[in-house]
C-alpha cells in the first residue's frame, strides 16, 4: 500500500536544477575561505569549587537575561542570519520546502458523547484546527482554531479534552513556546468560551469527572515575577476546578509539601468510578499508584502501590480490578489484573505476559486488548480477549510505526495511524470484533516514495554491544563513500525513535542525501536494560553508540568525515555536543538543537532537576566526576578544530533554558581554531520545539540545510 503519490515530477527536477545551480555559486564562495568574527563574549572570574575540584564558568553572566546578554544575542543573530541569508541554495530549499509541505494532513478521530472530533491541517496553517461531526459522514465544524490566537501563529493549542457527553472541550494555550498551559472551557454546540481560566499549569492534561461539572488538574504556585521562564518547578499538586468558579476556588485535591519533586497526574476511570492518581518523581521511569473512589464522598486517597520499583500505567478497570501494564518483574512489560480488593504481589493476575517484544502500550476497546509491541524499533499489533488469549495479528504495511487504538470499553470502533521514513501517516478505521481495517485518510505528498528505500542494519558498538541503525536513501544511489549524510539520534529517557515520516526529511533526500538514524542505548527499544545502560554512570555508552554508528557509515561506504553531518534535539543537542567534543575530526557538520550542555548546572532551572534520574546530579562526587568527563561545555578545549557548527535555540525555551546554547556557543567560538564557522541561531517567540508554527519550522530546517549545503560542499544531483 502506498499512501502518496507524485503530482508534478517536472517541477521537482526544475526546482532542483535551480539549487544545483546555486550550490556551485556556494561552493565556489567557500573556495574564497570566508571568514566569521565573532561578537566580543566577556569572560568572568567566576569558578566553582566541585568536590575538590575548581571548575571555572566564565560566561556565567550569560544566564541572566541582562542588558549585555540580550546585546549579545543581536549581536550573534546578526552574524548568523546575515550568513545564512547569503547563501545562494537557502531560497532555493526554502521554496521546496514549503511546496512539499502543502498537503492535508489528519490526526486520529477520537469519539465522545457520540461524536467525533480529529485535527486537519490545510498544509501550510501554522497550527493545526480541530473538528467535531455527528457522524464519519457528517460535514464537519469546527471546534477550535488555534490559528486565531495570535496573527504570528506563535500560541499553540497545548492540551484538551472532552467531557464524556462530548458537550464540552478542556483546552491548553501555550504562549511563545512556553511549557506553561493557561486551560479554557468551549461550549463546543455554541462554540463559545465560557468563563473559566486556569493559570499556572504545566505538564498537565484535564481530566472531566463523570458528570461533566469540572475537571482534574496538576499545577504549580505562580512563579516569581520575571523568573516565569528560569525558576524551578516543585512542589506540584492537583486539583479540581468546578465549572463556572474562580480559580482561587479550586479544591486541592493531593498535594506532598514533603516531597517537593512528586508530580501528580489525575484521570478519571471510564466507568466514573475512581480518581487514578499517577505519582512521578521527575522523568524517573518508575511511579506510583494511588486512588480515590469518587461513590465515597469522604473517601480518602488511597496509597495502592508505592515505592517507585517499577513503572505502573492505569489502563482500564472492571469494577475494584484494575489493569497495569507494568516493567515489574518483567523488563520488557506485561499486563497484570490487581484487586484492590486483594493488593499484594502475590495475588496479581497475569493477563499478557512478557514476551521477546517490548509491549509499548494497551487500551482496553470494544470487549477487547489491543497490544502495540515494538520489535526492533518498529511496531507490531496484537488483538487479544479481556482474559489475554490471543485473537489476531493487525496486519501493518510494512517497516513503520503505528499508534492509537483508543475507545470504549464497549465500543469496537476505533482509529490508528501508521507512518514511517517514507509513508505520511495515514489513518486507518478498525473494528476491534471483526478485524476489519478500512483506510480514513491518507495524504497525498509530492514525492514518490518508490524511488527510495529504508533499510534496517546493525553494527558494533565499541563495547561489543548490538545496534540497530535505519538508514534511508535513494534507491539507486552509489555508495562510493561521497554522499551527504545526516545522522540523527537521541538516546535517553527511555524514549524510542522509531520510523515516522516527515517533510524535511523527503527533501533531503531529494537533495541526494541519506538519513540514518540509531537506536543508542539510553532509549526504550529493547526495555529496562537498555535503557539503564545509557543512565548516569553508563551515559558514555550512548555516546560511543553514536560514533560508532557514524564510523560504520564511513567503513561502508555511505559517507565520508567531510560529508557526515550530526544532528540531534533536546537530550539529542546533548548527544551532538558530547560527540563533537570527543571526536571532533569525525564529522563535517554538527547540528546541537535546544541541547543541555552545561551538565554541572542543568538541574537549578525549570524542570531540570528532573532529569537527575537519567544523568545523575554534580551534587553526588561520583556522578560529578562522570558528568564533569563528558559535559560538552567543560570538554571544549581551545585551540581545536572543531567542525562546522549551527547551534539552535530560543529564547523562550523554559525546559532546556538557553542558558545552555549561549554558553556553548561563547566557549565554542573562543576555543575554534579551525576555519569553519561556529553559529548560533536564537529564535525569538520560540519554546523548546511543541507548538511551533510551519512557518517558523519551514525557516528553520532551510537555515539548516543551507548550512550543510554550504559546509558539506553538496553537489545536488
Known sequence: MRTSRIRNRSRVAVAFLAIAAAVTMTRAEAGSKRTFVYPEARKCDQVDTMHGVEVPDPYRWLEEYSDETRAWIEAQNKLTFGYLESLPSREKIKAR?????????????????????????????????????????????????????SEDGTVALNGMSISDDGKLLAYAKSDGGSDWQEWFVRDIDSGKDLKDHIKWAKFTG????????????????????????QDTNYYNKLYYHRLGT?????????????????GLSGSVTEDGRYLIISVRKGTHRKNQIFYRDLQDKNGKIVEFITGFDALYNFVSNDGPVF???????????????????????????????????????????????VATY????????????????FVRDVPLPGIGSAGGFDGKHDDPETFYSF??????????????HTGESKLFRAPDVDFNPDDYVTKQVFYESRDGTRVPMFITHKREMNLDGQNPTLLYGYGGFNISLMPSFRVSRVVWLEMGGIYAVPNLRGGGEYGRQWHEAGMKLKRQNVFDDFIAAAEYLIDHKYTTTPKLAISGGSNGGLLVGACMTQRPGLYGACLPAVGVLDMLRFHKFTIGWAW??????ADNPDEFKALYAYSPLHNLKPGTAYPATLITTADRDDRVVPLHSF?????????QSGPKPTLIRIETRAGHGAGKPTAMKIEEIADEYAFLVDQLSMTLE
Not at 507512518?419 to 476491534?432: D, K, M, Q, R
Not at 537527575?612 to 546530579?617: E, L, P, T
Not at 554558553?663 to 576555543?671: D, G, S, V
Request: glycine fraction near 6%; include cysteine; hydrophobic fraction near 30%.
Open 323 to 369: 489493569l497495569l501494564r507494568t516493567d515489574s518483574d518483567a523488563p520488557r512489560y506485561r499486563l497484570v489484573a490487581v484487586d484492590t480488593r486483594n493488593p499484594d504481589p502475590e495475588n496479581w493476575k497475569e493477563i499478557i505476559p512478557q514476551n521477546k517484544n517490548i509491549l509499548e502500550g494497551v487500551s482496553h476497546v470494544g470487549g477487547h486488548l
Open 206 to 229: 484535564a481530566s472531566w469527572s463523570k458528570d461533566g461539572k469540572g475537571f482534574y488538574y496538576s499545577r504549580y504556585s505562580e512563579p516569581k515575577k520575571d523568573k516565569a521562564l
Open 374 to 389: 515494538m520489535k526492533d524499533a518498529q511496531s507490531k499489533i496484537k488483538v487479544f480477549d479481556k482474559e489475554g488469549k
Open 612 to 617: 537527575v534520574s537519567d544523568y545523575g546530579c
Open 246 to 262: 474562580p480559580q482561587s476556588a479550586d479544591e486541592l485535591i493531593y498535594e506532598r509539601p514533603d516531597h517537593k519533586e512528586w
Open 97 to 149: 520546502m514549503t511546496e512539499l509541505w502543502n498537503y492535508e494532513r489528519y490526526g486520529q478521530p477520537i469519539k465522545e458523547g457520540g461524536r467525533y472530533f480529529y485535527s486537519k491541517n490545510d498544509g501550510l496553517q501554522n497550527q493545526s484546527v480541530y473538528y467535531w461531526m455527528k457522524s464519519l459522514d457528517d460535514e464537519p465544524k469546527v471546534l477550535i482554531d488555534p490559528n486565531k490566537f
Open 419 to 432: 507512518s514511517s521514513y517514507l509513508e505520511p501517516g495515514a489513518i486507518f478505521h478498525y473494528n476491534v
Open 663 to 671: 554558553k556553548f556557543a561563547a566557549a565554542l567560538q573562543a576555543a
